[in-house]
T-cell receptor
Framework: EAGVTQFPSHSVIEKGQTVTLRCDPI?????LYWYRRVMGKEIKFLLH????????ESGMPNNRFLAERTGGTYSTLKVQPAELEDSGVYFC???????????FGPGTRLTVL | GQSLEQPSEVTAVEGAIVQINCTYQ??????LSWYQQHDGGAPTFLSY????GLEETGRFSSFLSRSDSYGYLLLQELQMKDSASYFC????????????FGAGTQVVVTP
């Protein structure tokens, strides 16, 4: 069974540009989460989808971040316009309904110059 | 606010036993998870405690005391491949699966 995949693995963009990160969860996992780790800090929750609905987006830093999960399958996280402080590793995780175990993807390392 | 405290680094030799402590202060608590991460790769789930007591999974065990807001991960018979970062994470319970992570403990295993 394929694990959680994320694309791209690395992205280097300039301040003010737009970047879209993609996450493909494990097939059949209704729960999808986005997390972020900025340099030297802990992994922080961004938001949680149940199927295509946003269950909790309390961790989203500001309105420059937009997450979607059309059709309840893959998800995208768009940052527009990117700022220097957005640099970090963005992780996606998924889990089955009613199960506590979250499976993480390898992350996308975003560098904003 | 929410906080999880764990040591920043632990060094031990192959074959030894290491205990990584985690204390937490969070607004909600549904359970305590442990994740392993090698060199910036994907965090990998190791163990989960929702109730007090010890959970054993092979060489790794995890313990929880809800009354003390405390848990630990025990790594036994350390191997070189166990060199990694280990994170405790609290399931806050306000949103199913929303995790609050500690800063991580770097475990260095020496020959």
């Amino acid at each position: 069974e394929a694990g959680v995949t994320q694309f791209p693995s690395h992205s280097v963009i300039e301040k003010g540009q737009t970047v879209t990160l993609r996450c493909d969860p494990i097939s059949g996992h209704d729960n999808l989460y986005w997390y972020r780790r900025v340099m030297g800090k802990e992994i922080k929750f961004l938001l949680h989808f149940v199927k295509e609905s946003k269950q909790d987006e309390s961790g989203m830093p500001n309105n420059r971040f937009l997450a979607e999960r059309t059709g309840g399958t893959y998800s995208t996280l768009k940052v527009q316009p990117a700022e220097l402080e957005d640099s970090g590793v963005y992780f996606c995780a998924s889990s089955q309904e009613g199960v506590d175990t979250q499976y993480f993807g390898p992350g996308t390392r975003l560098t904003v110059l | 606010g929410q906080s999880l405290e764990q040591p920043s680094e632990v060094t031990a030799v192959e074959g030894a036993i290491v205990q990584i402590n985690c204390t937490y202060q969070t607004s909600g608590f549904y359970g305590l998870s442990w994740y392993q991460q090698h060199d910036g790769g994907a965090p990998t789930f190791l163990s989960y405690n929702a109730l007090d007591g010890l959970e054993e999974t092979g060489r790794f065990s995890s313990f929880l005391s809800r009354s003390d807001s405390y848990g630990y991960l025990l790594l036994q018979e350390l191997q070189m491949k166990d060199s990694a970062s280990y994170f405790c994470a609290v399931n806050l319970g306000d949103s199913w699966g929303k995790l609050q992570f500690g800063a991580g403990t770097q475990v260095v295993v020496t020959p």
